[in-house]
């Protein structure tokens, strides 16, 4: 049972920051007391072209308007030398933009670096474009990524793995050098569509599941039939439900403000209406929130920071 006030309130990094505007931002999340900071696994795409294949239309205004990001791992080694408490989480990490084996390295020197704060989010990629542009195979995503699965986690887990695949090959391959935790930093696998082969793979291999329902309905209702087919999965393939711990992508957005998606329904209100939104998700089992918050200033900081506060009693 997760009660409210243990919520882990946490922020996605803005998009499109230069690094040092980066660093400061994840210290002042620190500073205002939330509890993690988020980084997107992204460097170059279409953003109105990719979310539209996906669903998620954005304003007009944003047609042929590319993202452009900072490498998630070199941008959280900064991170996690720059600050001392807030965990640090990757939102998520697409396993086809690396060698697993080399990913599993990258992650634990992150957990080393950051004095074992790491939640290392790993999904299989959703951007076409962003594949596309830089030459990254965008078939078969989900048979690729289950395939990094069997090499990233036993080598988080301390094990020398030897394995021979369609798509990956490694000869007693173990992390170089392990980090504070001796079973390496906790693997949270994304799901975005909430298709059965994800369903599996988090059922099977993941410490958290995450689920993102920013840029369509943030209300904690909405979210439950999510959780209960993801429930569901569990069961159907061995698990207790009740073993996977949850992560879940918000919409927050003061009074005033537009969220990038018109399609959002954020989370919004005074801080007491924000906290009542965010304290629902307790119910369902929810124990950490990253959110993506609108506008993207200290003062909105601060209004997450009181609700969290509110939270805490």
């Known amino acids: 049972m997760v009660l409210a006030r243990d919520l882990s309130i946490g922020v996605v990094i803005p998009a499109m920051l230069p690094?040092?505007?980066?660093?400061?931002?994840a210290r002042l999340v620190e500073a205002c007391g939330l509890d993690s900071v988020w980084l997107g696994d992204h460097f170059y795409f279409d953003l109105y072209g990719d979310l539209l294949a996906q669903g998620t239309p954005l304003a007009?205004?944003?047609?042929?308007?590319?993202?452009?990001?900072?490498?998630i791992f070199t941008m959280l080694a900064a991170v996690a030398i720059a600050t001392e408490r807030v965990e640090l989480g990757t939102l998520v990490a697409c396993t086809g933009y690396r060698n697993p084996a080399l990913l599993a390295?990258?992650?634990?020197?992150?957990?080393?670096?950051?004095?074992?704060?790491l939640i290392l989010g790993l999904g299989a990629g959703n951007m076409a474009s962003e594949h596309h542009i830089h030459g990254f195979p965008f078939d078969r995503r989900v048979g690729r990524f289950e395939e990094a699965l069997q090499i990233i986690q036993p080598m988080l887990r301390g094990e020398a793995v030897t394995f021979a695949g369609e798509f990956y090959r490694t000869e007693a391959a173990e992390v170089g050098l392990k980090g504070p935790r001796p079973g390496g930093p906790p693997i949270m696998i994304g799901v975005l569509g909430g298709g059965p082969r994800m369903?599996?793979?988090?059922?099977?291999?993941?410490?958290?599941?995450?689920?993102w329902v920013a840029f369509g309905d943030s209300d904690a209702v909405a979210y439950?039939?999510?959780?209960?087919?993801?429930?569901?999965?569990?069961?159907?393939?061995?698990r207790d439900p009740a073993t996977l711990?949850?992560?879940?992508?918000?919409?927050?957005?003061?009074?005033?403000?537009?969220?990038?998606?018109?399609?959002?329904?954020?989370?919004?209100?005074s801080s007491a209406e924000i906290a009542a939104g965010l304290a629902a998700y307790a119910g369902h089992g929810v124990r950490h929130l990253s959110v993506v918050l609108t506008p993207n200033t200290a003062e909105a900081l601060e209004a997450l920071a009181r609700a969290r506060e509110q939270l805490r009693g």
């Open 19 to 25: 690094a040092g505007e980066v660093i400061a931002y």
């Open 199 to 211: 369903q599996r793979l988090v059922a099977q291999r993941a410490d958290m599941w995450s689920a």
């Open 60 to 71: 007009d205004t944003m047609r042929g308007v590319y993202y452009r990001g900072q490498e």
């Open 245 to 269: 711990g949850r992560n879940v992508t918000v919409d927050i957005a003061l009074p005033g403000h537009d969220t990038l998606a018109p399609t959002a329904r954020p989370l919004t209100g």
């Open 105 to 117: 390295d990258m992650a634990e020197t992150i957990d080393d670096l950051s004095g074992g704060r």
């Open 224 to 238: 439950g039939p999510v959780r209960a087919a993801m429930d569901a999965a569990c069961e159907r393939h061995g």
